[in-house]
């Protein structure tokens, strides 16, 4: 790899610049300037020019003066902004009980099983189910019951790894950049960057790079506790294929004693188009699975489904409890979710969109050598933006500039990576194919523009 | 004090004992052992006889038979189960919009501009708000911003404190067992307990051992980061005055350059029958105050307020994203409940009823010696129970009796404190009069059941 200009480590990918709010229109502005008063310093906004939204509805959003914009980067609406269903169901929830989990109630029980059911391997023949209300929270409390259950201290990551926003997740999210310190018992390992490496060396040059972290991990004291990642390696720039890296990986875990933990916050509820949970592509069997985002359409419900020899003294010796995580509403919300999941076929929408979308971009790079790859999987898709294809070396203003000139054509997409380079296309599952043709227009035309 | 009997530790008070499940009917039985199976060891449920319900309404939950049980418990609903504004503002706001802070929307602002404005001193003037899904959440990024603010480490907590299920809060959490780690850099100082030290002495008390916990945490290279506590110390056993505490502590904290964090998960929006915030009673000017269970009277919100010099350099530096946090209909469950809360003027509610219950309970002490304390203030309620009033010495046997014989009665109350002997009456704020004298009168016969 030649040398990259790698965006400044404290700021985030296609963030708004507050410096550069002089050209918005005055009300955004006083909304910019109201919010910087009200919500500090730590808040961030996307885009160059920061997109006001007042109502949303399927793959929509739509601003205060109904302006329509195709949202092809939320993941979380899953099942389509303002879904009726789960608007319904909330709705009814809220309005007969919501309380939490030290009181018997069917509901927790009904979605835990039906959620358990989709698992396969340990977890689905004897796996609990265990509800958080975040993604945070679900990974913050897997990698307390691995250490508990291993009495080690090492977690092991990919070297652009997002896991979440609690003190301990953080600290095991290297993506958060330079100034939120890692944990001293944190090893990254680079993710399998398929468009560089030999796709062939993937599994074992992971393989081997996990295992001298757990070297050097036990060589420190702390040993291995767990190995944790998002098989689509989503904030490491997106990386699907292959799918035959992370098995030879959790061989080398589990044989030091440490636990695998996938983490599908991003893949999960069939994103991948292929198989309802990401790890299922690469055929392992983890100790603990971690969900979220998706999982509730928006409400915010996550949690973790676990083998039961990790919890049993966690659960003896600690209990959990966490006071809206498994509420009557939060199942009722994901129960929801999950049925049109099903009913509505997404994972075969998801696969067959995504395929016409990959299609659709790698038609793109004749004329537009810019794209060096096209990448991904159901409707997680990565472009990944170079500045020549021959050196790959990586264009992160390249796909900050198309970020920002769909966001003008109302598209939402967002970009990812160490280089901020690859752009990020992860829409509601219920995208449909006129969704794809007029992204793969304004696409066209954001390129086209690019060139001048 | 004299020899106690403590709880066993890794125990939670209040919690069932699923090997004493013999007695109980067939359908709860089976409902049990299929929790376990699909839960895991780590969920806890509450009463020697677990309590199944169904619906609720007010100050009322009602099992599958239609049984009605009065609520003298459950917090998070403040406003009362199944509030129809909350329900309906949530529904409305679900059908319309639910997305993330990084687009700019109006219903954030709105409500922390109304939030901000409850808090007075230097919060109130140019304090930011920030929004996270629980009051752990809360607490974990409350003491991540103390220690990025102050370059330390130590967190100072009372003796048997509650502030969270992530890895960071448990850790200074001690009420959570010995078997749950507290970290190297946490001190832990005694709640001013009003029932066995003299009040007048209690802030001097407390104001020294929170400096001899400075001076041994700079002794040991972590320095004070932040002293955090639940101004109406609720799982050390409920001390709601004297209310001149915490001032003194405070001073001696920022003497060392750390932090006030006020948790008001427990003693906030109105709580107290007093003041709309907890700390306020006490007169101090936190540095940051965080809050969480009946913000959304079940809707998973929580979140924090924080002067500005305390965010900023984080907020340069680390920003913070958190997927629901602060997301629309958040926004809108936190809204409508504010508003409830104050057009029903439910501070006066409680302050009026509270009263009345702790004047109920106060004329039992004396044809039922083994109530030692009445205490509390609002509707957050102690009743100290103790084998004798001379020796004071706690009697968890007799609380446990006591809050299961109300069980049996339909009347749901629990248990705190480190010996787990002080009943903790907690109702929904829309606890009324009739209410209140329902409870008197089964507190009654339960203790006279007792005395058999």
């Known amino acids: 790899m030649t040398s990259p200009s790698p965006r400044p480590r404290g700021k985030m990918v296609n963030g708004f610049d507050p410096e550069a709010s002089g050209d918005l229109p005055p009300r955004d ?12 310093p730590a808040y961030r906004l996307f885009y160059e020019t920061p997109v006001q939204v007042s ?30 269903r789960v608007a319904a169901a909330v709705a009814a929830q809220m309005g007969t009980l919501c309380t939490h989990t030290r009181y018997l109630q069917d509901g927790i029980l ?6 358990l059911s989709t698992f396969g391997g340990r977890i689905g023949e004897t796996g609990h189910a265990m509800f958080t209300c975040t993604g945070s929270e679900a990974n913050d409390l897997a990698v307390r019951m691995a250490r508990h259950c291993t009495g080690k201290r090492g977690i092991i990551v990919t070297a652009e790894a997002y896991h979440g926003t609690t003190a301990l997740t953080a600290s095991f999210s290297p993506s958060l950049g330079v100034s939120s310190p890692l944990g001293p018992w944190v090893r990254q390992v680079p993710a399998p960057d398929s468009y560089r490496l ?12 996990v295992q001298a972290a757990i070297d050097d991990l036990t060589r420190h004291g702390d040993g291995v506790a767990a190995f944790i990642a998002d098989s689509l390696f989503s904030s490491d720039g997106i990386f699907a294929h292959p799918t035959d890296v992370l098995a030879p990986v959790a061989e080398v875990v589990r044989r030091a004693g440490g636990l695998y933990i996938a983490d599908e916050v991003q893949a999960g509820f069939t994103r991948s188009g292929e198989r309802f949970w990401g790890f299922q592509r ?6 603990i699975v971690t969900m979220g985002k998706p999982m509730g359409n928006g409400y915010p419900v996550a949690g973790l489904a676990v083998v039961p020899e990790v919890v049993e003294r966690f659960g003896r010796e600690i209990r959990y409890f966490n006071t809206f995580g498994g509420n009557s509403v939060a199942m009722a919300a994901a129960r929801e979710t999950l049925a049109v999941i099903r009913e509505e076929k997404l994972m075969e929408n998801g696969a067959k969109v995504g395929a016409f979308i990959r299609d659709g971009l790698t038609g793109l790079m004749k004329r537009h050598p810019g794209i060096g790859q096209v990448r991904g999987t159901g409707l997680y898709i990565g472009v990944e933006m170079v500045k020549d294809p021959a050196s790959k070396e990586p264009d992160g203003a390249a796909a ?19 280089f901020g380079n690859v752009l990020k296309i992860r829409p509601p599952l219920v995208f449909g194919q006129a969704d794809a043709e007029r992204l793969l227009t304004e696409m066209e035309a954001a390129l086209d523009e690019a060139k001048g």
Do not use: F, K, Q
């Not at 900050?400 to 160490?418: E, H, P």
């Open 282 to 287: 690469h055929g392992v069997d983890p100790d």
């Open 110 to 115: 009904d979605y835990a099983e039906d959620l």
């Open 198 to 209: 030999p796709p062939a060396e993937a599994g074992r040059r992971m393989a081997a790079a």
């Open 55 to 84: 109502r949303g509805r399927g793959v929509h959003l739509y601003d205060a003066d109904g302006n329509e914009y195709l949202d092809a980067y939320n993941n979380v609406v899953s099942v389509g902004h303002a879904n009726p």
């Open 29 to 40: 502005r006083a909304m910019i300037e109201r919010r910087a008063r009200l919500l500090g």
């Open 400 to 418: 900050a500039a198309l970020v920002n000139a769909l966001r003008r054509r109302r598209v939402l997409i967002s970009a990812t990576g160490y």
